[in-house]
T-cell receptor
Framework: AQKITQTQPGMFVQEKEAVTLDCTYDTSDPSYGLFWYKQPSSGEMIFLIYQGSYDQQNATEGRYSLNFQKARKSANLVISASQLGDSAMYFCAMRASGTSYGKLTFGQGTILTVHP | DAGVTQSPTHLIKTRGQQVTLRCSPISGHKSVSWYQQVLGQGPQFIFQYYEKEERGRGNFPDRFSARQFPNYSSELNVNALLLGDSALYLC??????????????FGPGTRLTVL
């Protein structure tokens, strides 16, 4: 079974500053993927970034980067140069290969508020 | 290119009724997954379909069922609605079924309210 833990219910950041959203995971599968999604108040889940368990380098996508520490089972999302439009709920999710098929396991989410 | 589409956007039903939610995947995607998101929580996996076959099922009662059509669109059916079924129902599509790195792209969701 997989488990995702997001310990920050809410985070606040000033516009143009960087922010880190924490995510720890637990799985016995050797092959897995870690995902971050953004969910604005409209409800749609927007894919941000992916990290594979065998990837040697941390994933980056524009202003988003993933700080992957496999030994500590953490996959923190770093947003650089925060913008007002970044205010949303952020979910960390995991998917394991094999019999887990399409199941994404999500954390409880972190609400990010960007102040001007 | 069009993203994942879902219909209807909103739905209000009463207890005991039945509901059908619809989803069209991104063109070329053969896998569709359904999730339920109760207010204040992360989405919970309900089903995955790939090539018209059920490939995964979450911990939901038999009142929940789904199917996938030859054009890869999908329907989620919920019978005998309960108040606790009120939630945002999200559909996600992807290319493959069981690859860890296969990214799922979500639709805008259907918000179901059961009175």
């Amino acid at each position: 079974a997989q488990k995702i833990t997001q310990t920050q219910p809410g985070m606040f950041v000033q516009e143009k500053e960087a922010v880190t959203l924490d995510c720890t995971y637990d799985t016995s599968d050797p092959s897995y993927g870690l995902f971050w999604y953004k969910q604005p108040s409209s409800g749609e889940m927007i894919f941000l970034i992916y990290q594979g368990s065998y990837d040697q380098q941390n994933a980056t996508e524009g202003r988003y980067s993933l700080n992957f520490q496999k030994a500590r089972k953490s996959a923190n999302l770093v947003i650089s140069a925060s913008q007002l439009g970044d205010s949303a709920m952020y979910f960390c999710a995991m998917r394991a290969s094999g019999t887990s098929y399409g199941k994404l396991t999500f954390g409880q989410g972190t609400i990010l508020t960007v102040h001007p | 290119d069009a993203g994942v589409t879902q219909s209807p956007t909103h739905l209000i039903k009463t207890r005991g009724q039945q509901v059908t939610l619809r989803c069209s995947p991104i063109s070329g995607h053969k896998s569709v997954s359904w999730y339920q998101q109760v207010l204040g929580q992360g989405p919970q996996f309900i089903f995955q379909y790939y090539e018209k076959e059920e490939r995964g099922r979450g911990n939901f009662p038999d009142r929940f069922s789904a199917r996938q059509f030859p054009n890869y669109s999908s329907e989620l059916n919920v019978n005998a609605l309960l108040l606790g079924d009120s939630a945002l129902y999200l559909c996600a599509s992807s290319f493959l079924s069981n690859i860890a790195g296969d990214t799922q792209y979500f639709g805008p969701g259907t918000r179901l309210t059961v009175l």
